[in-house]
């Protein structure tokens, strides 16, 4: 029977000497502790992590979703052992087989895929989406809605993040269809580029956006960085209908490698011609094999599957936990990649890190990816300390915050986490029922 290894997150002098060195160093205060595991971290198999303590947690995130199949995959690891000493793990040129065949198994998952162009981050893909799409198009109005990264075309909407001005041509219609016809206009718009919140937007709202999109002559650029590889085999876009003319891909490509691609139409693609989007870690071989061997194991639908039953099961188990102590909060939606809003905001922080300190990696506002490494033990375990963790995060904050309304806090949640309007959320957004 699984047992976690601590109740309480004490920390210790070994792991404050880390955190120090950290700050001192690489690390920030902001973006790596208060918006992360305040962890420093040591190693991981499966679904299972240690810190630099040897303690062991359980990650209900698949390394940020990065790992689908769990970390350390032994096909995977195999695989990519076996070319690095093969191969050497670089070529002095851009193509290589490994490349090649990357490209041709994208076209057979993804039908939108006729070409693809590879790189290491999600943040480089939406990039290199975004220029080729003014390259093709020959103007450079991009409207957007979703984190697409980190790269200075985007976060236009948060000016606080960075330089002012840094790319007046993208503008943030933040999943309003209204704004987007207002911002939209006469304007001539080469591309917009959304990442689908799926659990809070349904179908209807991506193809209505879609056709509206295609109205205006312009690209449409799905991200699919977090949907590619975890929403259904095909992405989100082929499961529900979707056309895009691009499409972003990371996560889960090469299950924890660095590999991310720009897939799409052939002829939108072609405009890599007019521009320059080399980069010399495109010779390296070890992701290609990676994602080749990735593919192999998603093929068959059994991992997705299994993703589906755990987060299943856990959202099943919050939900009832939540129901029993009487808090209005609710696990809701896709169970791949799911989300969990609080009445309480403050309620469901105190209660995740409750969480850590019994051993589950979770956060409030993150979303919820669980890896199909995960077994029945880690899911019963997760679902037992959540009977714990609740108690003791009304205690600590003496309040429930049962009489806040959720659809109320579902528009604050997505406004905050990714800046959806108001009256959008309250259009196309059900409020999740009581298990």
Known sequence: MFSTPHATLAVTDTHKSALRRA????ASEKWDLNRRFPLVMSRASGAHVWDV?????VDLTSCSGAAPLGAGYEPVVDHVVSELRRTGGILPGPLSV???????????IFPRAQRSLFFRTGSCATTAAIRLARAHMGTNLVLTSGYHGWHDWHLQDRPAMGLPDRDRDSV????????FEKLSGEQRVAAVIITPEVNFFPPEYHRELQNLVHRRGA????????????YGLGGYHTAVGLAPDLITLSKGLANGMALSAVAGRAEVLNAAEKTYLGNTYQREITPFAAALSTLDALRNGAALAR?????????????????????????????????????????????FQEMWSRGFLMQYGGRFMPSAALSDADVQAAIEAAGQALPAALVRLESTGRDTDLMAAAVRFAGDHFLATADSVRR????????
């Open 172 to 179: 943030d219609f933040r999943y309003d269809l209204d704004l």
């Open 23 to 26: 700050l001192r160093v690489t």
């Open 219 to 230: 690209l449409l650029i799905l991200d699919e960085v977090m949907t590619g590889f975890r």
């Open 98 to 108: 490994h490349r090649i065949e990357l490209a041709e198994r994208l076209a057979e």
């Open 53 to 57: 303590d040897g303690r062991r947690y």
């Open 428 to 435: 196309w957004f059900t409020e999740p029922s009581h298990p």
């Open 307 to 351: 993703m589906r039953q755990v987060g299943m099961q856990i959202i099943n188990g919050l939900n009832g936990v939540f129901a029993s102590q009487q808090v209005r909060a609710r696990a809701f939606a896709w169970p791949t990649m799911f989300d969990v809003v609080f009445a309480n905001a403050d309620l469901g922080f105190a209660f």
